[in-house]
């Protein structure tokens, strides 16, 4: 079965640092990935996506992630953080290509200092 | 395009209540999924409806039922309210489309229904 471990329950970065936040997964075939964030109070928004090809993937408001099949891993970059930037990030595995079900992680909440 | 919407944004019931919450997905998506986030479960999938078939259904209580129209907009049904069911509903849309390599998992939410059950 499809899951999602986010290790890393809150994290707290300065203003301008860089930023990863970490995702593993567990599927038995290729993987369909995804990151959400959800400011408070407001639904999930997608930054990005990795469906196949390039391993690294580019996504909205300076972010980006890396497939690593090897680690069964997908996690968040972004070099330099903003204050808007705080929110909780989800990191979510599809059931299939033609199902529309996502298995999500626990989300991560990044503060950001300014 | 207008995104997904969800009404009502909140709502608040008693115990033993049924609720009635609604989804209209983004022009063009067929697929419509719900799910429910709490702080202790975290997202949880409910179910999926595609052309007005339930294709897909988590592991909830058969108090939560939904339904898919025609037009593709759905709505999900809570019966009997427990206080564990206060949550935030959230609906999203999908569609697959080959050309644009979307598929649907790609998924697109709404703000959500805030529900509180007294």
């Known amino acids: 079965a499809q899951s999602v471990t986010q290790p890393d329950i809150h994290i707290t970065v300065s203003e301008g640092a860089s930023l990863e936040l970490r995702c593993n997964y567990s599927?038995?075939?290729?993987?369909?990935l995804f990151w959400y964030v959800q400011s408070p109070g407001q639904g999930l928004q997608l930054l990005l996506k990795?469906?196949?090809?390039?391993?690294l993937v580019q996504g909205i408001k300076g972010f980006e992630a890396e497939f690593k099949r090897s680690q069964s891993s997908f996690n968040l970059r972004k070099p330099s953080v903003h204050w808007s930037d705080a929110a909780e990030y989800f990191c979510a595995v599809g059931a299939g290509l033609t199902l529309g079900r996502l298995y999500f992680g626990r989300g991560t909440q990044l503060t950001v200092w300014p | 395009k207008a995104g997904v919407t969800q009404t009502p944004r909140y709502l608040i019931k008693t115990r033993g209540q049924q609720v009635t919450l609604s989804c209209s997905p983004i022009s063009g998506h067929r697929s419509v999924s719900w799910y429910q986030q709490t702080p202790g479960q975290g997202l949880q999938f409910l179910f999926e409806?595609?052309?007005?078939?339930?294709?897909n259904k988590g592991n909830f209580p058969g108090r939560f039922s939904g339904r898919q129209f025609s037009n593709s907009r759905s709505e999900m049904n809570v019966s009997t309210l427990e206080l564990g069911d206060s949550a935030l509903y959230l609906c999203?849309?999908?569609?697959?489309?080959?050309?644009?390599?979307?598929?649907?998992?790609?998924?697109?939410f709404g703000p959500g229904t805030r529900l509180t059950v007294l």
């Open positions: 990795y469906f196949s090809g390039d391993t």
């Open positions: 409806y595609f052309s007005e078939t339930q294709r």
């Open positions: 999203a849309s999908s569609l697959w489309d080959r050309v644009r390599g979307s598929s649907y998992n790609e998924q697109f």
């Open positions: 599927y038995g075939a290729t993987p369909y």
